[in-house]
């Protein structure tokens, strides 16, 4: 048995946050899939008392630990090894001012908008859709910003931010109707430079539950 098991499935950036964080680790772990779209497993009632009563994924087990919320799994695993961990106290603040407006702004807004345009059927409201998108321009535009002086998030090594806020940025482009590497050239340099670490995987080879039946 996995030291580690990870609740998600192969469609959830906000799961990919963890997977990716146990396998740049090298941790042994395993995936436990979570129907999200069909059984809709997350909205039971068994779900929310046995797995995570917010009824969210990802959800992280480690030995008695029960663990919710990518941002505190983040912090639980590089606190445990030392690894993607913020060295100074500035530098760990930091961390969690940038993964707080990732979850809000940046992945926050990116995931249910490549829901709406990409597995809802039927296609989300174009008012809605509009509304995020212009969300989205903003907050990609000052991570762009903030990674043409930065060579990582915070600093020049990587560190849990930048595990958080990778979340959706690797999904095809096709999914979401625009190309992120190409409007924002610094995001473009990092997302490859997050790439070459040693364990990184693609979402859809992390995790199971791709494709999606029918498509
Ligand atoms: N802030 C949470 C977001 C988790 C989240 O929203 N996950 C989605 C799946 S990708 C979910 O479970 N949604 C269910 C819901 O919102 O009811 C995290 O980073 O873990």
């Keep these: 048995m996995a030291e580690y098991k990870?609740?998600?499935?192969?469609?959830?950036?906000?799961?990919?946050?963890?997977?990716?964080?146990?396998?740049?680790?090298g941790a042994d772990w395993e995936p436990v899939w979570v129907d999200f779209f069909g059984k809709r497993e997350q909205l039971t009632p068994e779900y929310r008392?046995?797995?995570?009563?917010?009824?969210?994924?990802p959800v992280l087990k480690h030995g008695a630990k029960t663990l919710t919320q990518s941002g505190v799994?983040?912090?639980?695993?590089?606190?445990?090894?030392?690894?993607?961990?913020?060295?100074?106290?500035?530098?760990?603040?930091?961390?969690?001012?940038?993964?707080?407006?990732d979850n809000q702004k940046v992945n926050?807004?990116?995931?249910?908008?490549?829901?709406?345009?990409?597995?809802?059927?039927?296609?989300?409201?174009?008012?809605?859709?509009d509304f995020l998108k212009g969300r989205i321009d903003n907050a990609?535009?000052?991570?762009?910003?903030?990674?043409?002086?930065?060579?990582f998030v915070v600093g020049d090594h990587p560190t849990i931010a930048d595990i958080s806020l990778v979340a959706y940025m690797y999904y095809p482009p096709e999914e979401f109707g625009f190309d992120i590497a190409k409007t924002y050239p610094h995001i473009a340099a990092?997302?490859?430079?997050?790439k070459a670490l040693p364990g990184w995987g693609h979402p859809y080879d992390l995790m199971?539950?791709?494709p999606l039946p029918g498509r």
């Design 208 to 210: 199971p539950g791709h």
């Design 108 to 129: 926050g807004f990116l995931g249910p908008f490549r829901f709406l345009n990409f597995i809802a059927n039927p296609r989300g409201n174009q008012a809605v859709l």
């Design 49 to 57: 008392s046995a797995v995570n009563e917010m009824g969210e994924v």
């Design 6 to 25: 990870l609740y998600c499935f192969a469609q959830s950036g906000n799961a990919y946050r963890a997977a990716l964080m146990l396998n740049l680790i």
């Design 73 to 101: 799994i983040l912090t639980y695993l590089s606190e445990l090894t030392g690894k993607f961990h913020p060295q100074t106290e500035d530098e760990r603040l930091e961390a969690l001012r940038w993964i707080i407006f």
């Design 140 to 151: 990609l535009g000052i991570l762009d910003k903030r990674l043409a002086k930065s060579t």
């Design 190 to 194: 990092w997302l490859e430079r997050m």
